[in-house]
T-cell receptor, first 112, second 111 residues
Framework: NAGVTQTPKFQVLKTGQSMTLQCAQD?????MYWYRQDPGMGLRLIYY???????DKGEVPNGYNVSRLNKREFSLRLESAAPSQTSVYFC???????????FGPGTRLTVL | RKEVEQDPGPFNVPEGATVAFNCTYS??????FFWYRQDCRKEPKLLMS???SGNEDGRFTAQLNRASQYISLLIRDSKLSDSATYLC????????????FGQGTRLTINP
């Protein structure tokens, strides 16, 4: 039982490049989330998905898109990376009837 | 005003000491409260939920004060391994968005 997995662990991009961060969970959870964490800012919600086939914007969605491919997978795409998107990105999931969120190990992204 | 506010610290305390953190939240209708722990360069992990009656898990005690809208975390007989950042978390009441995280309180236990 791997819980929540994320790939890649580290990534360096140049301004304007695109990439997709992958997230998968094997806990049969309905809801999945993407956060970014910056020093002094705490965790900020980018997008979330309450269930397969639905996605909604969080606090800081600009510059990102998401896809809930199926119940297990929730991907985050940066179409044209900017230095302001340098951050640590965490994926999380939660099951029905609970608020407890389980996090993946994170992706450390640097945009030059 | 931020939805969840914490003193970022850092708190530096000697091993064996008792340390307490508070966190305030702005939405009086919030129902779910948690403390998460985050080690350096790691993901947040649930430390404990906070119930209206308070709850204890070994050396850790969490309390909720609804009237003043704050939650607290008390760590007794602190260990070196307690060094981490402690995140205060409250439900957002915005449908499936679920949780709002405080920026965290950094704790270092010194030998």
């Amino acid at each position: 039982n791997a819980g929540v997995t994320q790939t890649p662990k580290f990534q360096v991009l140049k301004t304007g490049q695109s990439m997709t961060l992958q997230c998968a969970q094997d806990m049969n959870h309905n809801s999945m989330y993407w956060y970014r964490q910056d020093p002094g800012m705490g965790l900020r919600l980018i997008y979330y998905s309450a269930s397969e086939g639905t996605t909604d914007k969080g606090e800081v969605p600009n510059g990102y898109n998401v896809s809930r491919l199926n119940k297990r997978e929730f991907s985050l795409r940066l179409e044209s990376a900017a230095p302001s998107q340098t951050s640590v990105y965490f994926c999380a999931s939660t099951g029905f009837g609970t608020d407890t969120q389980y996090f993946g190990p994170g992706t450390r992204l640097t945009v030059l | 005003r931020k939805e969840v506010e914490q003193d970022p610290g850092p708190f530096n305390v000697p091993e064996g000491a008792t340390v307490a953190f508070n966190c305030t939240y702005s939405n009086s209708a919030s129902q779910s409260f948690f403390w998460y722990r985050q080690d350096c360069r790691k993901e947040p992990k649930l430390l404990m939920s906070v119930y209206s009656s308070g709850n204890e898990d070994g050396r850790f005690t969490a309390q909720l004060n609804r009237a003043s809208q704050y939650i607290s975390l008390l760590i007794r007989d602190s260990k070196l391994s307690d060094s981490a950042t402690y995140l205060c978390v409250v439900d957002s009441l915005r449908g499936a968005q679920k949780l709002v995280f405080g920026q965290g309180t950094r704790l270092t236990i010194n030998p």
